[in-house]
């Protein structure tokens, strides 16, 4: 689809000149001809005035949209609580203007499928595992999903690299296995889960 672009802006000097000429008083104390006094006084002042209505198409086009907001990103940011504490350091402004377009586009659920989604935007795969406390008649035995907490809910993070240690090869101290940093997506996740729910993160093996 084409892009809109407002028929009132990207207006030239000689565009607002024509314009101050036009809504003078007509007679022959007002000529409209080219390089006359008036006209050149015109065509001289419409360059301030073409000046300001450029910065009011920036404000009203780009500024006033957060998703493409520059000069006010930080007062968008403000009005939005970020940075917070799942904001990356070091951000350029075209990934703050995508996490300010996501913190206000988010809306919260309680569904799988929301979390789901959640972690896509921060670039990872997962799939929900919910946990359900053992009841008389409905649980069956060695059922792999039953637990003690009703309110317990895995995240397992799907097409990951495990690196494991290996003998003679690790050195002391080191980590039995490396895995792929979550910090972001357990902060993001941890952000909207409800509150009486606890959420553990487990990487597919």
């Known amino acids: 689809m084409a892009e809109m672009i407002d028929p009132l802006c990207g207006l030239t000097d000689a565009d607002f000149g024509q314009l101050a000429l036009d809504l003078l008083p007509q007679g022959f104390a007002w000529p409209r001809e080219e390089d006359t006094v008036l006209s050149n006084y015109w065509m001289a002042a419409a360059t301030e005035l073409r000046r300001h209505h450029d910065r009011s198409c920036a404000l009203l086009e780009r500024e006033s949209f957060p998703c493409s907001a520059q000069e006010m990103l930080v007062d968008w940011e403000r009005a939005f609580g ?33 979390y789901v989604h959640l972690a896509s935007l921060v670039g990872f795969e997962v799939e ?74 487990e990487i597919a093996s």
Do not use: M
């Open 128 to 201: 929900i595992i919910e946990h359900f406390s053992a009841r008389t008649g409905l649980s069956r035995s060695g059922c792999d999903r039953v637990g003690s907490c009703p309110y317990w809910w895995v995240v397992r993070i799907l097409n990951q690299v495990v690196t494991r240690s290996r003998s003679g090869c690790a050195r002391t101290c080191e980590p039995l296995c490396y895995g792929p940093n979550i910090d972001l997506l357990r902060c993001v996740i941890e952000r909207a889960a409800p509150a009486h729910t606890v959420v553990t993160f």
């Open 82 to 114: 970020l940075p917070d504490a799942c904001t990356p350091a070091g951000q350029t402004l075209r990934e703050r203007q995508i996490a300010l377009c996501l913190k206000i586009a988010e809306r919260g659920q309680q569904t799988p499928a929301f």
